[in-house]
């Protein structure tokens, strides 16, 4: 009886490390689902320019030689299909860059949390060079995550939060109480970390039942957050998929800018 149950535990711990090995390697394609859009090619940036710099992917419009928004998209899709938000950023009188990832948008490489970060790092030089010195970056769902490491690099005059997380780990879920994930994650993306000590204006824009973004995760974030400026909206009618059908969104977000 005892040989069964040594067995039995050495089967379950085989099988326990195996799991874990899996999710290692595969964490990459549960964080990121990226389509082929081709960024050439994107009908909704017509009038953008496309460019490519130091690497760095983003369609960009000059409006406004000091401000301009930095959009950091979600997990999902591509930059092209964010280009509805580009009209609330042209009349606020803003210039606009959308970033579109490594490995996205037709791109070869793999997306990882180091190149998206490193991407933050490029766009913020591309500011710099061309003068925008009251920069606001705006991260939706995944993209909370380079929107908050561009604050926290300094540089910028508001925050612009949409469906945002205090960290990727606080989605793992079930799977969190078996695995030690948070440490085990190199994609966890921590804008709690980066966002605590930030005393600008930030806007956090939530629906109270996100099916993607826990609603603990957001609160938690907006509870860390030190600034004075902080403010919380809830959209009533929406889903983390649906806050670009309605008009709410765009009027709090073109709304904070202009203040």
């Known amino acids: 009886m005892q040989k069964l149950v040594r067995l ?23 964080v990121y689902f990226p389509d082929a859009q081709d960024f050439e090619s994107c009908a909704g940036f017509l009038d953008a320019e496309k460019i490519t710099y130091k690497g760095t992917r983003f369609y960009y419009k000059h409006i406004h030689d000091e401000k301009a928004v930095v959009f950091y998209h979600g997990n999902g899709g591509s930059a092209c299909d964010r280009s509805v938000l580009k009209d609330t950023f042209e009349e606020a009188g803003f210039s606009y860059l959308f970033v579109e990832y490594p490995g996205y948008s037709a791109d070869t490489h793999l997306p990882s949390k180091a190149s998206i970060l490193e991407d933050v790092i490029t766009v913020r030089a591309f500011l710099d060079e061309r003068g925008y010195n009251k920069v606001v970056p705006v991260g939706e769902s995944l ?43 190199r994609e966890n993306f921590t804008p709690g970390a980066w966002m605590k000590d930030i005393a600008l204006p930030i806007l956090v824009i939530y629906v109270p039942v996100d099916e993607v973004i826990p609603y603990q995760s957001t609160k938690k974030l907006y509870d860390s957050l030190t600034s004075p400026e902080k403010k919380m909206v809830g959209i009533e009618h929406g889903t983390h998929n649906t806050l670009y059908e309605l008009d709410q969104t765009f009027e709090e977000i073109r709304s904070f800018l202009l203040q």
């Open 8 to 30: 039995v535990l050495s089967l379950a711990v085989v099988w326990y490390v195996l799991f874990g090995v899996v999710l290692a390697l595969f964490e990459k394609r549960m």
């Open 143 to 185: 993209g909370t995550g380079p929107a908050a490491y561009h604050a926290y690099l300094g540089g910028v005059q508001k925050v612009i939060l949409r469906t945002p997380y205090y960290e990727i780990a606080d989605m793992v879920g079930t799977l969190g109480k078996v695995y030690p994930l948070r440490y085990m994650m």
